[in-house]
């Protein structure tokens, strides 16, 4: 048997457990998987598995090869680094030693969960995104732009927004690959940046319609989500975050998406105007 043979006949043999696996991410990386030929174990609150109840992990965990792991709330919350930890050290206790974790990049509150996977006896790789391009048009954000106006404490910052689609594609590569990523952190970016201003004209172009940016103070933005009651923990990280990444510290590219698949990344454009078709910002 060639080695390309035992590589493709180990990866059909594989069992990854996706936690998030309905979310963004996860959704996507749990069906770039199956499509590589994977066998996927979905992990989420609805299947059992609960990231706030340790007791769930084992049975989710158990006879599995790898696992992608993806936070619900913020990589960079206190929450995200303990419990990052300890389900990596539950997993590599069961023999599960190849994990992939979605991480933040430029996200200096992120590091601590990175630090607790990596301590963790796991062989581990850290995917690090940039704010991803399906944000405009999945979650929180969508209602604003369906009545014409995205408010957002970006200022005029500029962002390599990367393809969620990209991540699938690149941490399944990951899984896929041996140990050729274990160790290793990589930085995944969009192929051009873009201002938060150019990413909202460039969908009202695609739309068809006017969506406007309005630019607002960390803290503005802040109180405007306690009011529609996000909890008063998770609105400080959020603005703690928001204050540090939106300084310009990801306003450069990588080519790690490239590295890794042997293609560059998705453009925005092309985001837009899929996005726009499947109908994401009609009312």
Do not use: C
């Not at 802040?222 to 998770?234: K, N, R, T």
Request: aromatic share 8%; glycine share 10%.
């Amino acid at each position: 048997m060639t080695e390309n043979a035992a590589e493709k006949a180990n990866t059909q043999r594989m069992t990854v457990v996706v936690t998030g696996a309905s979310g963004r991410t996860g959704s996507r990386v749990a069906r770039v998987a199956r499509d590589a030929g994977l066998t996927v174990r979905a992990a989420s609150r609805a299947l059992g598995f609960d990231w706030e109840d340790p007791t769930t992990w084992a049975q989710t965990l158990r006879d599995a090869d790898a696992a992608y792991l993806m936070y619900p709330s913020d990589v960079g919350s206190p929450a995200a680094a303990e419990g990052i930890g300890a389900l990596a050290r539950e997993a590599v206790g069961l023999g599960v030693r190849r994990l992939v974790l979605l991480s933040a990049r430029g996200e200096d509150q992120a590091l601590a969960t990175e630090e607790a996977l990596k301590s963790s006896g796991a062989d581990w790789t850290i995917v690090r995104a940039t704010w991803f391009a399906q944000n405009f048009s999945e979650g929180p954000l969508v209602e604003g732009m369906v009545h014409g106006e995205l408010v957002f404490p970006a200022g005029e910052v500029r962002e390599p927004f990367v393809d969620v689609r990209d991540i699938a594609d690149v941490v399944t590569a990951v899984l896929t690959s041996g140990d050729r990523y274990a160790g290793r952190t990589l930085e995944l970016t969009g192929p051009r940046l873009l201002s938060w201003r150019e990413a909202v004209a460039e969908i009202s172009a695609a739309t068809g319609t006017t969506i406007t940016y309005t630019p607002v103070p960390t803290r503005s933005y802040g109180e405007a989500l306690a009011g529609f009651g996000v909890p008063a923990e998770e609105v400080e990280l959020l603005v703690e975050v928001f204050e540090t990444l939106m300084d310009g510290r990801n306003a450069h590219l990588t080519n790690d998406v490239e590295k890794v698949l042997g293609r560059a990344p998705r453009d925005f454009t092309d985001f837009a105007r899929e996005a726009a078709a499947a109908g994401a910002w009609k009312a």
